[in-house]
């Protein structure tokens, strides 16, 4: 069976679109919430999710991911609730890819084969690993590759031409671009240089490229759709979830992402 990151991505190629794939912190503000807050955010026009495995050291994420990955964590959640969380959405019929988004230690200590294999029997398409570098990812890309789980690669604006040849190299899905140097976090516009970053790694892929760190407007979307495939926004809806009193959150993560979407959702890298 096709990977349903492929079918999506091939998809908004098709329609000349730009791809939107929340973040979302499985268990925050609790387990049952984080559900409904993905499915509230799917029926708003999201194409995908990154759900994000919390961790007690996330060196990635600013505060807001912190806040959030610390909340779960209180609430137990491990990966297998993660697993459990997307074997259940399947259940429910949900068809969106699901795309993982966790550190190197969890993974390890659950067992990476065994991760690779419950990840895609719930019904996972993908996994990013922030802590593991290019350079040492092999052994965990043939495992999870080896279950028809794609190991999406990150780069930066500090990678190196080597590095992102070496990342690009039989990579599978798309390629996770990182805006700007840091971490996570809700940002008033992006980085003047990302299109530079964009246009070195095209010339080691014919992938998508979805852009991610820092997204928080629909100007934002736009921005990025006039360069890359799609764009990931996290803290600035995890900033809203942690507002909103309980019973508003599904609406709140509806509307945001709403507001997200531009009206005509070109895709401008598509036209003519």
Request: aromatic fraction near 6%; charge should be neutral.
């Amino acid at each position: 069976m096709q990977n349903r990151i492929d079918t999506k991505l091939k998809e908004a190629r098709d329609e000349g679109r730009t791809i939107l794939a929340p973040f979302v912190t499985i268990g925050f503000p609790t387990i049952p919430m984080s559900s409904e807050v993905i499915t509230s955010v799917l029926e708003a026009g999201s194409d995908m999710l990154e759900l994000g495995i919390p961790f007690s050291d996330p060196l990635a994420d600013g505060p807001t991911i912190q806040k959030t990955s610390f909340a779960a964590l209180k609430n137990g959640v491990t990966v297998h609730t993660a697993l459990e969380v997307v074997r259940k959405l399947r259940e429910q019929g949900t068809k969106a890819p699901f795309i993982y988004m966790g550190y190197y230690n969890p993974f390890l200590r659950y067992g990476t084969t065994a991760f690779a294999r419950d990840a895609i029997t719930a019904g996972a398409d993908g996994v990013i690993v922030p802590d593991l570098p290019t350079e040492e990812a092999g052994p965990f890309k043939s495992v999870c590759e080896s279950h028809g789980l794609y190991l999406i690669p990150l780069l930066a604006p500090t990678s190196t031409d080597k590095r992102i040849k070496q990342a690009c190299l039989n990579a599978k899905g798309f390629i996770y671009c990182v805006s700007l140097m840091g971490v996570t976090g809700a940002r008033r516009g992006l980085r003047s240089d990302i299109k530079t970053l964009v246009d070195r790694i095209r010339k080691h892929t014919d992938l998508p490229i979805i852009i991610g760190f820092g997204v928080s407007s629909r100007q934002d979307v736009e921005e990025i759709g006039r360069i890359a495939d799609g764009a990931v926004v996290g803290s600035a809806l995890l900033d809203r979830i942690g507002r909103a009193s309980t019973e508003d959150i599904p609406e709140v993560a509806r509307n945001f992402i709403e507001s997200l979407i531009p009206s005509k959702r070109i895709n401008h890298k598509y036209k003519d």
